[in-house]
């Protein structure tokens, strides 16, 4: 009965790899997010969706594309990985504005870019 | 835009003590939300405590309370009766009402348990 799982958990690649990382929720929330954390522990927004369309973009590279093929699924495809997309990425989601704003987080998935 | 500020990038605290963290915030907005989550190792990031602007009355959850003080803009967390599983990154967020629905993170504070 997990809310929003992520997987995978961990993630080792090599730069100039294309990579996925996918996200569900099941708590009927409207919208998701992409975080990313920084190896300082600083959390930032990247995208936010909103019943399958894209609302928030926050200046990430084109290399980062999101895709909800429903709105109970975020994922995260990155191409051409470089050594500074190590990071930790969390998913999140969140209810309709004025229901209960909390974001609900997920495990987190840590890549780590060689 | 808004930004979040936590001036203490660690702090320690006796067991059962009581400990404070500071976060200060900047925005223009007359409404909004104010959030603390709790990162313990396990790197899960867990909500503690919520707090909307237009509520005078600070939140609190058991041990967990806050000190709103909306004209100062400051939103601090006090920990009562510190455990040992209290041992985290704690982070301060802001988030709009309107439109944009992101969180605004601060730096966090590592909170360290001394038994």
């Known amino acids: 009965d997990t809310a929003v799982s992520q997987t995978p958990k961990y993630l080792v690649t090599q730069m100039g790899n294309d990579k996925s990382i996918k996200c569900e929720q099941n708590l009927g929330h409207d919208t998701m997010y992409w975080y990313k954390q920084d190896s300082k522990k600083f959390l930032k927004i990247m995208f936010s969706?909103?019943?399958?369309?894209?609302?928030i973009n926050e200046t990430v590279p084109n290399r980062f594309s999101p895709k909800s093929p429903d709105k109970a699924h975020l994922n995260l495809h990155i191409n051409s990985l470089e050594l500074g997309d190590s990071a930790v990425y969390f998913c999140a989601s969140s209810p309709p504005l004025g229901r209960q704003e909390t974001q609900y987080f997920g495990p987190g998935t840590r890549l780590l870019v060689l | 835009a808004q930004t979040v500020t936590q001036s203490q990038p660690e702090m320690s605290v006796q067991e059962a003590e009581t400990v404070t963290l500071s976060c200060t915030y900047d925005t223009s907005e007359s409404d909004y939300y104010l959030f603390w989550y709790k990162q313990p190792p396990s790197r899960q990031m867990i909500l503690v405590i919520r707090?909307?602007?237009?509520?005078?009355q600070n939140a609190t959850e058991n041990r967990f309370s806050v000190n709103f003080q909306k004209a100062a803009k400051s939103f601090s967390l006090k920990i009562s009766d510190s455990q040992l599983g209290d041992a985290a990154m704690y982070f301060c967020?802001?988030?709009?009402?309107?439109?944009?629905?992101?969180?605004?993170f601060g730096t966090g504070t590592r909170l360290t348990i001394i038994p």
């Open positions: 969706y909103n019943n399958k369309e894209l609302i």
């Open positions: 967020a802001y988030r709009t009402i309107f439109g944009n629905e992101k969180l605004t």
């Open positions: 707090q909307e602007a237009y509520k005078q």
